[in-house]
């Protein structure tokens, strides 16, 4: 059965939008059916620019997707980029939790055998604990780079210039509005962005109405850059993203039940941030009457946002975004709709069309919970709360393209486009495209 698309606008509820933009211009690994396939891409690119000796960096990388269940390791991107000149390769998973990273990038690191495994990082990116992966047998590490230890790339790579970023944010526009999405709420503000976006808007080339949400590490330069700016009706804070949990595909995803295939340190996921840290956060918000975005992709990390938001008795006009809820528990669901408490499930139902194999291989025995639209709509009908008010969709390009479509494709069929009915995930959460596509119009 074909989807047809009703006609726009849309609004993208969750997404990055500069960076968007910086990763139209790399190599899209995305379609790649094997990790053979990649490496040829990257070589390819290589061999197409053997005059540079800049980073090469490649995005969209789906490793459970593929055969060998692995991104590249470090002498295998060393050897595409063309081996003795040392180019430096990144390849970014799809979900951007984690990395792998050439040789010549260990080395300018200085990760070496003796490096502890265990990488943790307050920077503003993610949570606070990651993994350096090693070899078990030679201790040496492979190159993949896990959650915080993503940083050890971060403080290599030159900083994007004010100019690139402006340019990228335009880049990003164009491709948005050829989608017909004219509402964007960014998910990782700073006050670089706020300030190309300011440049735009007074030349009067902004066309995209944008919401930030910005990390701890962030929010009071987002707030000072949005005072020294003037008042533009396209621009507004929405308040605080929070990480308080991993992904599903580097298993770091907060479980109730562990995962079929385990990290052995970390069985049920990562929980970030202790139970103060977010009381804390939360508390914070609330006498500011700011929002809280809080990432929350497994079923645990959505019932610990539960249970410390219902802690509070306060009056407050903050609201509490839970962004992704991929898997939430039967026993949360009516908790999510409850009428008294101010919250919105924030999901990327198009996840599933690159999460399948992730979900059938490391959760099976909670793939039925995934991406529950069906049970949170049919509960705001019940407890008479307003479906468009509790539930947004986005995407978060660019971890997947910001095709609304594939919202549709994923919210109705529940599968891939041309895929066997038989191949559906969770059919039972299935909802119409009309309803997916109310939730999708722009904010009034």
């Not at 078990?136 to 780079?145: A, D, R, S």
Request: proline share 7%; charged share 25%; aromatic share 4%.
């Amino acid at each position: 059965m074909s989807i047809t698309p009703p006609p726009g606008p849309w609004r993208d509820a969750h997404l990055h939008l500069a960076e968007h933009g910086l990763e139209l211009a790399c190599i899209n690994l995305a379609d790649c059916a094997t990790l053979d396939e990649a490496l040829q891409r990257i070589a390819q690119r290589a061999d197409e620019t053997p005059s540079e000796t800049g980073w090469l960096k490649a995005t969209g990388a789906r490793a459970e997707a593929w055969p060998q269940r692995r991104l590249p390791n470090a002498d295998e991107l060393h050897t595409a980029a063309g081996g003795g000149r040392g180019r430096p390769v990144l390849v970014v998973s799809f979900d951007h939790h984690m990395m792998s990273v050439s040789r010549r990038v260990l080395e300018m690191a200085g990760v070496t055998p003796s490096t502890p495994s265990e990488y943790r990082s307050s920077s503003a990116f993610g949570g606070s604990v990651g993994a350096i992966e090693k070899d078990p047998e030679t201790g040496e590490p492979t190159g993949v780079l896990i959650e915080a230890a993503c940083d050890i790339v971060r403080a290599l790579r030159p900083e994007v210039t004010p100019d690139e970023r402006t340019e990228a944010i335009r880049a990003a526009q164009d491709d948005l509005i050829r989608l017909k999405i004219v509402e964007v709420h960014d998910m990782f503000a700073t006050a670089d962005l706020v300030s190309a976006l300011q440049r735009l808007d007074s030349s009067g080339d902004l066309a995209l109405n944008v919401v930030l949400y910005a990390p701890p590490a962030h929010l009071g330069g987002v707030i000072e850059a949005l005072r020294a700016c003037a008042p533009s009706p396209r621009v507004r804070l929405g308040g605080l993203k929070l990480f308080t949990d991993g992904t599903l595909n580097s298993r770091t995803a907060s479980m109730l039940a562990p995962y079929a295939d385990p990290n052995p340190a970390h069985p049920a996921g990562t929980p970030f941030y202790t139970d103060d840290e977010l009381r804390g956060f939360m508390r914070d918000m609330r006498q500011r009457d700011l929002d809280i975005a809080a990432h929350a992709i497994g079923d645990a990390a959505v019932r610990r946002l539960l249970d410390l938001w219902e802690s509070f008795d306060d009056a407050s006009q903050s609201t509490l975004r839970i962004e992704h809820a991929q898997f939430i528990d039967e026993d949360d669901i009516d908790r999510l709709c409850d009428p008294a408490r101010r919250m919105v499930v924030s999901m990327q139902p198009c996840h599933l069309l690159t999460d399948m194999e992730a979900i059938e291989r490391l959760t099976p025995q909670r793939a039925d919970r995934a991406f529950a639209l069906r049970d949170l709509l049919d509960a705001c009908g019940r407890l008479g709360v307003d479906r468009a008010q509790r539930i947004v969709l986005g995407s978060d390009t660019p971890v997947v393209r910001p095709d609304p479509m594939d919202n549709l494709q994923a919210a109705a069929e529940r599968r891939r486009a041309g895929m066997e009915s038989q191949r559906a995930i969770a059919p039972g959460q299935a909802i119409s495209a009309e309803e997916c596509a109310a939730l999708m119009r722009p904010s009034a």
